[in-house]
């Protein structure tokens, strides 16, 4: 009997939960089983919609291809070919095709194209003088049909292993909606996994805190905090969960679709992973509990909208930002509903109870930057400034000056969302002006600006708190044949010419190449060798391979080889 009662009690659960879901989330009206799976393989994922990465939420299916170049890539609807992107990193080699539904899908990390539009593309390169490209295609010049074989697989940009990395797109808009609610035809009858539970005091920073972490265990079929229920000494605390999700088949770890705040059977707040732009995407440093991920952490997923968040995955009754206002000896209910895109779904519960609230500790530290401001910090040496958007919290800022052109703003573990300006003064010789180059290093990057002269400062613009130098940039790239290829070398029986390119802060301007006169194509795949693949451009006979190499700071190495084909 007491089984049937607490499965009983976990329908009720689950019936008051469905309410709030539809009241927290609008009801989608995708078009079902319009879109065919893109790779000519069985259908399977190696990464979701929504899932978590460095500043970015993955915006795409990652599908399958076995670990394999080279499959048969299909158009997922008919349509016609609308852009074509070339880039040594992101998506590598890229095809768009805007169908007549108003959507639009994208195949990256490709291959080769299929031969005329191959062909096509690479007059448009020579013709532009770029590898490097962005290609609008005029309505009607390739048209598709579902099926159509349109190119080849690969692992070009920014892949990490073979894959094809898929999105569907609102065209007008360029939203990117999640695939996996048309209907494609992945089994899934898992729900997710939750591991964690946060909880914050939301008087203080969520950046400067050491939130408490609830390890969760599964009764009878509810997650719960071990320990049970919760005692909080703030009246003002909110929440952020870590979870995965699974499909049948696989043991993978994806992302999770969709999490809800109930309080006192309330809805409160919640967020989706549906419907988002890749001028949104770097919200995702707000969506989660960035300071514990940059000091190695795991993702923490907020359950409520930090104060500079604008938009985004979010959705609240009322305005709802997630934090709970509480009063002394006050008890409220508390449950979490985290899902996929098929709808199976895991809950949380417990009491959330408050009891000897105390103040916070006092922060001495003077300078506060505040979200949604112009927040300015300067010197007689250093100015810099973040627009209004540039931060999600508050935080108590803090700067060193380490020596006369070398400054460090020390709150690296804190995300900014937009690039804002650094200046410096530096005693640099007038003739070197053109020469400077901010150098930036943080926790896990070194970068390189190069630093524009103006009115006596030095200006470069970033997008992370870290440690800022300026240096005299005066040694040109080296270039280095690869393949056997040299001066007077024979190229009859290869097909391409390759070389690597050094510098000594690895930042190239630019690569060129030219035969005869003539500029050539050269990759640039992943940022690695530039390679030549042989063309018309280089008949049969002697010929003068001419390449000009040009680095951030705008040192140029010319290299002359003469060779025969």
Not at 97 to 111: K, M, Q, R, S, V
Not at 154 to 174: A, M, V, Y
Request: neutral net charge; hydrophobic residues 40%.
């Amino acid at each position: 009997m007491m089984k049937k009662e607490i499965f009983l009690i976990i329908l009720l659960v689950g019936s008051k939960i469905n309410i709030a879901s539809a009241q927290l989330f609008a009801p989608k009206n995708y078009p079902q089983h319009y879109f065919e799976w893109p790779v000519a393989i069985t259908p399977g994922i190696v990464a979701n919609f929504g899932e978590l990465r460095p500043n970015h939420y993955h915006m795409g299916l990652d599908c399958r291809t076995d670990s394999k170049e080279n499959l048969p890539v299909l158009a997922a609807a008919d349509g016609y070919i609308a852009r074509i992107n070339i880039d040594p990193t992101g998506f590598g080699r890229a095809i768009y095709i805007n169908h007549p539904n108003g959507l639009t899908t994208l195949y990256a990390h490709l291959n080769d194209f299929y031969p005329a539009l191959e062909q096509y593309v690479v007059a448009q390169q020579y013709k532009l003088k770029k590898w490097k490209v962005s290609i609008d295609i005029p309505a009607g010049l390739f048209n598709v049909k579902k099926g159509d074989f349109i190119a080849y697989s690969g692992n070009t940009g920014g892949s990490q292993g073979p894959h094809l990395h898929f999105e569907i797109r609102d065209t007008k808009s360029e939203k990117v909606l999640n695939p996996f609610l048309f209907g494609f035809p992945i089994i899934d009858n898992i729900a997710p996994d939750i591991l964690r539970l946060t909880v914050y005091d939301r008087r203080l920073s969520t950046y400067e805190q050491a939130p408490k972490i609830y390890p969760l265990k599964k009764i009878n079929g509810v997650y719960q905090p071990l320990g049970g229920n919760i005692i909080v000494n703030s009246d003002k605390v909110s929440f952020a969960i870590s979870a995965f999700d699974k499909y049948t088949g696989s043991t993978n770890q994806n992302g999770i679709f969709s999490c809800e705040l109930i309080c006192d059977e309330k809805p409160i707040i919640g967020f989706e992973m549906d419907s988002i732009s890749y001028d949104e995407t770097r919200y995702l440093n707000a969506h989660i509990d960035f300071r514990t991920k940059a000091h190695g952490g795991v993702f923490l997923q907020h359950l409520s909208k930090l104060p500079g968040y604008s938009n985004g995955i979010y959705h609240s009754i009322k305005n709802e930002d997630g934090v709970l206002s509480l009063a002394e000896n006050q008890s409220k209910q508390i449950k979490i509903i985290v899902a996929d895109a098929n709808e199976n779904k895991s809950f949380v519960s417990f009491n959330l109870m408050t009891k000897n609230i105390i103040q916070p500790p006092v922060n001495k530290k003077e300078i506060i930057f505040e979200p949604n401001e112009i927040n300015v910090f300067e010197n007689e040496n250093t100015i810099f400034y973040l627009p209004e958007n540039g931060i999600y919290d508050f935080f108590h800022f803090s700067f060193q000056s380490i020596g006369p052109q070398h400054i460090k703003l020390e709150n690296d573990d804190i995300p900014v969302h937009c690039y804002f300006p650094v200046r410096m003064k530096a005693a640099f010789n007038i003739a070197d002006t053109g020469k400077i180059v901010m150098k930036q290093t943080t926790k896990s990057k070194i970068r390189y600006k190069k630093a524009t002269f103006e009115n006596n400062w030095y200006k470069a613009s970033f997008r992370d708190f870290g440690d800022y130098e300026l240096l005299i940039d005066n040694i040109p790239p080296s270039v280095t044949p690869l393949w056997g290829f040299k001066e007077n070398a024979s190229v009859s029986h290869v097909n391409k010419i390759a070389f690597s390119v050094s510098d000594n802060i690895n930042e190239i301007q630019s690569f060129e190449g030219f035969i005869d006169g003539q500029w050539i194509l050269f990759s640039n795949d992943k940022l690695k060798s530039f390679i030549y693949k042989i063309d018309q451009y280089c008949a049969p006979g002697e010929h003068l391979l001419m390449l000009i190499v040009t680095d951030l700071a705008g040192n140029v190495t010319i290299k002359n080889y003469h060779f025969t084909r």
